[in-house]
């Protein structure tokens, strides 16, 4: 969970606590600068061009300590109004925890779907925390159905909880094509002599709720995944 600047500055110690001032400051400084001499919130830049901020976005962790290097990053990405171009940078070049950070401040820049390629392609990849991080509120709000399902299957696939997917809930719910590729997934599951996720009975659980006009929730009637396979004498 990202911590605020206000736990922040309750945490850091004092070298830590400047850095981080001056670092914001730097960020603040940039996006001011960009908006004044286009009089736009975030022009995009040159791909090639990184501003000073961008240099402390990787040394956060050094700076600040790893257990708050993703809230650092992600206030620096906030107070900087990153743009596309810097988005796409700091995610293609930086490390794993770079990277993660990227994914978990998307839904807190105004980017519209243009950085989709970035949660797409960390859903390609098998880091789990990644992952975990891919589906958050930005890949809610932007996913498409065909690819948000495949996304909610990714997570079954490398055990990342489901817990994870924002808005589970409501784009879960009665999606009768997400609960016949679980059901798929359960098969493949059970023929391999593998147990179900019960993360994956819960997701089906919510693909047989409605939506009634009322606003509250009816249980269709749900498809059960399969149940593991017997044990023989063999086993």
Do not use: I
């Given at each position: 969970?990202?911590?605020?600047?206000?736990?922040?500055?309750?945490?850091?110690?004092?070298?830590?606590?400047?850095?981080?001032?001056?670092?914001?400051?730097?960020?603040?400084?940039?996006?001011?600068?960009?908006?004044?001499?286009?009089g736009t919130p975030h022009p995009e830049a040159s791909p090639y061009a990184s501003p000073p901020w961008e240099l402390r976005y990787a040394a956060a962790g050094r700076h600040c300590g790893q257990e708050n290097a993703d809230s650092v990053r992600s206030l620096l990405l906030v107070e900087a109004r990153a743009p596309l171009s810097s988005v796409t940078r700091l995610y293609e070049q930086g490390a794993a925890a770079e990277r993660r950070a990227v994914l978990l401040t998307l839904h807190?820049?105004?980017?519209?779907?243009?950085?989709?390629?970035?949660?797409?392609?960390?859903?390609?990849?098998?880091?789990?925390?990644?992952?975990?991080?891919?589906?958050?509120?930005?890949?809610?709000?932007?996913?498409?159905?065909?690819?948000?399902?495949?996304?909610?299957?990714?997570?079954?696939?490398?055990?990342?909880?489901?817990?994870?997917?924002?808005?589970?809930?409501?784009?879960?719910?009665?999606?009768?094509?997400?609960?016949?590729?679980?059901?798929?997934?359960?098969?493949?599951?059970?023929?391999?002599?593998?147990?179900?996720?019960?993360?994956?009975?819960?997701?089906?659980?919510?693909?047989?709720?409605?939506?009634?006009?009322?606003?509250?929730?009816?249980?269709?009637?749900?498809?059960?995944?399969?149940?593991?396979?017997?044990?023989?004498?063999?086993?």
């Amino acid at each position: 969970m990202l911590k605020s600047r206000k736990e922040l500055d309750a945490e850091l110690g004092g070298a830590a606590l400047a850095w981080l001032d001056e670092a914001l400051a730097e960020a603040a400084h940039d996006a001011a600068r960009t908006t004044a001499a286009s009089g736009t919130p975030h022009p995009e830049a040159s791909p090639y061009a990184s501003p000073p901020w961008e240099l402390r976005y990787a040394a956060a962790g050094r700076h600040c300590g790893q257990e708050n290097a993703d809230s650092v990053r992600s206030l620096l990405l906030v107070e900087a109004r990153a743009p596309l171009s810097s988005v796409t940078r700091l995610y293609e070049q930086g490390a794993a925890a770079e990277r993660r950070a990227v994914l978990l401040t998307l839904h807190r820049l105004d980017l519209g779907d243009t950085a989709l390629p970035l949660v797409e392609d960390a859903l390609r990849a098998n880091d789990t925390r990644l992952v975990a991080a891919a589906v958050g509120p930005y890949a809610a709000d932007h996913l498409d159905p065909h690819a948000w399902r495949h996304a909610v299957l990714k997570c079954l696939f490398t055990e990342v909880p489901v817990a994870a997917v924002a808005r589970l809930d409501d784009r879960a719910r009665g999606d009768a094509e997400l609960a016949r590729m679980l059901g798929d997934f359960a098969d493949e599951r059970t023929a391999a002599g593998r147990a179900v996720p019960e993360d994956l009975r819960t997701v089906l659980a919510l693909t047989a709720l409605t939506a009634p006009a009322d606003g509250g929730a009816h249980r269709a009637t749900p498809t059960a995944a399969p149940a593991a396979p017997a044990p023989t004498e063999e086993s």
